[in-house]
RNA sequence: GUGGGCGUGAUGGAAUGGUAGACAUACGGGACUUAAAAUCCCGGGGCUGUAUAGCCGUGUGGGUUCAAGUCCCACCGCCCGCACCA
């Protein structure tokens, strides 16, 4: 073409179209529209100030399905709305003096109107956010009836208090050690706390799990390990009489009863209560288990750290073996909050018992023989032996395999008593333990009770809620505002109204974000759900988000549909039929001489390969090149989408972001891939401004032999990119774009030369596919196309091309011909040929005829259309 | 330690057990231009000086198969999760 043609401008068409859909309500659902629906969910964000390029990956992604799913004839939701409450407002409150409401709504203005400008078919009718009073206190009304059914609990326990946020933490929220947020490391404390009953669901969840086959395996296993189940047995063992305490036995927990017979000795947590109370006569053992607090905490740097006992003087009857006795150990390696906080030491078959028999020289027993051992040779040195095998050296499980001599000890222990009790019990632990989601903090949802001192802790009356926050608050100093202000806390008790103080504690903000897709069903509704429609629209088609969120966003939402199932808000258990965990975006880090972190955009990069190096682009200084790393404003290895949108458009954005890297792999946001992509936008523009003049020209010509192959092509990439965009291929159903615009635009370049009706026609309908199939991921470019067309309407509201299933299938195909499996020519026949006639081809080929050498095939494989393998 | 994932051109990555490297990026060559940018065309795993010819090639070593990037076994390396859970 020698005429130049004008530019597509992004900045002027994008928000043209925003405007337009948001005029039209293009994106707005209603609950009474009968087709069938389609619930589509990104995880909503934290309004920290600013979306980033994470952010961006995940919308595109839900949006790209959303719009697809939409043109499908699908009645779509897909919302959006934040996760609001949270420490960062509280931090800066103290560093700024904004007060956490300002800022968070702030921040959400902002960052709504960097969505928006990115294109997003977000219902924007149905946000809102956690922090919004009538959202939590939909939130506090779930609370109290939960109360009411026996999901809530309020109970002193050992806390993770993290000295930094000043707050306790969940255990899932304790990451070796430190806080989740802060990085401080955790300390222990004893507080009254509340406690969501997760535990009770613990089977439900684990089993349920196998159920969610539209769930990454990886996140399926995640949350196995994290319920953590496994089966043993409660034992109790006897204690010989003595003056250090009046108990009579000991009880552990053992997944291997079956090793009974190996037992040479017990050993207590030094958390356990007979610990404690043996040390009260015994200073070296107050010692040992002081000593054990100190480190407590800092274990985290002990990888490996060594194991220690104390000896308390106590023995117990070796229960399978008359007349022995075991000694009675504290150890620093047994968990007081996992099992009965005691163990019996098997050291041959267990690796840190056998560490610790070897310490302190104690018996060392094989009771389990491998298979192919031999009892006079097997021997346990360093290793202990955890394998399957049969038992030996135990009297009447011998012979036994574990699993037997599990079960039988199990029925042995049973049939005995001790302290008037069975002295073994089976029973099934779960690592997963209930959900303590008191915060002292000012920025969240107020836990709606009243404590009493005649009636103890009252709920707030439904009638009374909501419980509202209090705006007039001070950050000044550390603690929980609202347990420092000067009125809030003081009510009367809603039953005698005596003077009575307030809960100040808020919940934690995972609570928040637990329900909030079944808010969305009916977010302006008086009840948190109206279980009706909620059923109508859960569970969730396809939720898309991080991987970090595998654990505890995700385990206490299925947690809280089952709370909610029973207390009559919601009809079903699990939330997310689908869902699909993205990858990261990640970028190369740069730094100078003085170590100092530089952003992307103050760097240059030159040559390539070994050559590549980077230097300061306004110094000149050489930059040191560091390792691609996620994303982080603390290595500054980010780039700001505010100005990726200014500079390339939201489309190209999208559109890079969906190239490339499959969307569960992370992705290195690079210059020349956002270049390609932006160049890639104008190709298309291009395109169809070529073939707008060159079907004005032609309006006649000669038959075009290739414009049925160009259809084909069309309709192939229609049915391809609507598979791929199912499967969220995304980076497939980008790469079918590509190839198909490459053949269009070779295919109107011969046109311009030789021009004909029926290439035209060919041509037309390839554009006008390309541009709906553009449509989920550069939505604004594929309107301004659609409008140039002719087309009435927005593409928004357009269906999505329909393949010809006709056109699907070739009449010939190629077929691949090997001698002894490597590739040594090709034939081109008619679909379906038979076999006989194949093989003549492929043997009369010249070159197979040359390998032959005149010598018959020993063999020859035919699969039908598809190989031909000579074996000679 | 334990569970899971992944190793393919210069790079991101394609490939129902059936023609390895689709598509993109970077690069090289050419066209257009006074020039550059932009755009368009061509090339491209390695080796055999030429390639319409041949050999080698998907982390390493074995195996199954007419046929292996793909399945099986062992090993090496990288990433992620969990971690003294009895």
Redesign the pocket.
Known sequence: MTRSIERYNPRVEEPRWQKAWEDAKSFEVSNDDPRERYYVLEMFPYPSGRIHMGHVRNYAMGDVLARYKRAMGLNVLHPMGWDAFGLPAENAAKQTGSHPKTWTYANIATMRAQLKSMGLSFDWSREFATCDVEYYQRQQKLFLDFLKVGLVTRKKSKVNWDPVDETVLANEQV?DGRGWRSGAVVEQRELTQWFLKISDYSEDLLEAIDKLDDWP??VR??QR??I?R?D?LRLLFELLPSAKTAATSIEV????PDTIFGAGFIAL?PDHPLSAHLGKADPALREFIAEFHRQGTA?ETL?K?E?LGHFTGLRVKHPVRPGETLPVYVA?????D??T?A?FGCAAH?Q?DLDFARKYDLAVIPVVLPPEASPEDFEVFDDAYVGPGTIYHSDFLDGLPIDAAKKEIARYFAALEVDGKPQGVVET?Y?LRDWGISRQRYWGCPIPVIHCPTHGVVPVPDADLPVKLPEDVTFDRPGNPLDYHPTWKHVPCPICGEASRRETDTMDTFVDSSWYFARFTTPHADAPTVPAVANSWLPVDQYIGG?EHA?LHLLYSRFFARAMHKTGHLGMDEPFNGLFTQGMVVHETYRDSKGDWLLPEEVTVEG??ESRRALHARTGEPIEIGAIEKMSKSKKNVVDPDEIVRTYGADTARWFML????PE????W?E??I??AS??Q??IW?LLQDMLEISAVATSGPADPEAASVRKLVHRAVHNVGEEIEGLRF??A??QI??LT?TL??FA?KLEAAPSAEGVAALREGVESLVQLIAPMMPHLSETCWAALGKTGMVADAGWPKADPGLLVDSTV?I?V?V?????G?LVVPKGMAREEVEKQALSLE?IARMLDGKAPR?V?I?LD??V?V?T
């Open positions: 990451i395996d990886k296993t995640m390990n994290w953590g496994s043993g927990f053992t997944t291997r947590s274990t990888e750290a194991k620093n390696f047994v968990l007081m996992y099992g906080g163990i267990d840190r632990n690592r991987v654990i390539m390969g190239s490339d890297s499959p792999r992370d992705v290195q690079t020349a891939g270049e390609g160049r890639f104008q190709r291009k980076n497939r980008v790469a590509y190839e490459n635009t070779k370049a190629t691949a090997q002894n499996g490597k590739l040594r090709e070159a063999k494989i699969v598809r190989i393998n074996v």
